[in-house]
């Protein structure tokens, strides 16, 4: 089972109280957080981790519904379940039923009394915890890890903690040998250093070094620049290294992609894991397998 990571949407702030504290009560080990203001929402849909939302639809006084919040969160989150709550259900029947093709949302549940509301909900939330299992502890403490990393508050605390974890889950891939916040003469620095000592055949012909830059900036898009400041670490190592990875709990930006393909001719390669990368790594069965997919499918993208 994985640790309950669950996010209360709802703009009557009572309601979303009564609602956490519902929560609470069936499940004492849950991490409840609740959003009601606009800017609440908008910062716990884009930064916060969390891998289930109690949604509400009709968000009066947001710029949006609940139903723009919810292609949000298929969009930024790719760990996370939505359960829509409301009591205006039938009013949205159209375009929730849109929704069930995404295979994100797990359930549609009318607003009523708090007890009998609760009878619903704590079978449905038990179910969906109890068969999201992990193949072993390693994807269970990589995701708390990364979940830890992407909630912390404090911006220094928050980009040690992403290293580590980045540094934790290429250890899982297979390298052995992992140097952090390495600095140059130049007092120019890389986030991870990483030996080429996989037992690959594949992964070997990279260089003998392998460099990883982390993104901890949930929100905020890995643009253009952040790629052309990390190609310049890669392309003074004299090609020692041949591969790099810019990791990020975000997305990358267009400009990135225009930037790395521009240049695909060198022989150095930046391969991009954004959220939804790291996401299928902590659920892949077999991690280095899954790192050399992610590397096939950008050969000609970037």
């Not at 919810?70 to 929730?96: H, M, R």
């Not at 949302?105 to 609760?118: G, N, P, Q, R």
């Not at 975000?250 to 996401?279: C, G, L, N, P």
Request: charged residues 35%.
């Amino acid at each position: 089972m994985i640790t309950k990571q669950i996010l209360v949407i709802d703009d009557e702030k009572e309601q979303a109280e009564a609602l956490k504290r519902t929560v609470l009560e069936m499940f004492p080990d849950a991490d409840v957080f609740l959003a009601s203001k606009e800017d609440e929402i908008e910062h716990a849909v884009a930064e916060r981790f969390y891998n289930l939302v109690l949604l509400d639809i009709k968000l009066n006084g947001c710029r949006k519904n609940g139903i723009d919040y919810a292609k949000q969160i298929i969009e930024v989150n790719p760990f996370a379940k939505i359960i829509f709550v409301s009591g205006f259900l039938a009013d949205y029947t159209d375009v929730l039923n849109e929704f069930l093709k995404s295979n994100r949302v797990l359930a549609f549940s009318e607003k009523k009394d708090y007890e009998e509301w609760k009878k619903e909900l704590e079978p449905l939330i038990r179910s969906y915890y109890e068969e999201t299992t992990y193949k072993n502890e390693i994807n269970r403490i990589l995701l708390a890890s990364y979940a830890n990393a992407k909630n912390e508050p404090n911006t220094y605390k928050k980009g040690v903690m992403f290293e580590d974890f980045v540094s934790f889950l290429f250890r899982n891939i297979g390298f052995k040998t992992i140097l952090k916040r390495v600095k140059d003469r130049s007092l120019n620095e890389v986030d991870l250093i990483v030996r080429n000592d996989i037992d690959d055949n594949f992964l070997t012909k990279f260089g003998k070094y392998v460099l990883v830059e982390c993104k901890n900036r949930p929100g905020d898009s890995v643009s253009k620049n952040d790629y052309i400041v990390f190609k310049s670490k890669l392309d003074t190592t004299n090609h020692m290294a041949e591969l790099g990875f810019l990791v990020t709990t975000s997305k990358m930006a267009w400009t990135a992609y225009q930037e790395a393909m521009r240049d695909s001719h060198d022989v150095s390669k930046i391969v991009f894991i954004d959220d939804r990368r790291i996401f299928d790594l902590i659920n892949a069965e077999d991690m280095k397998e899954k790192l050399k997919e992610i590397i096939d499918s950008q050969v000609k993208d970037n």
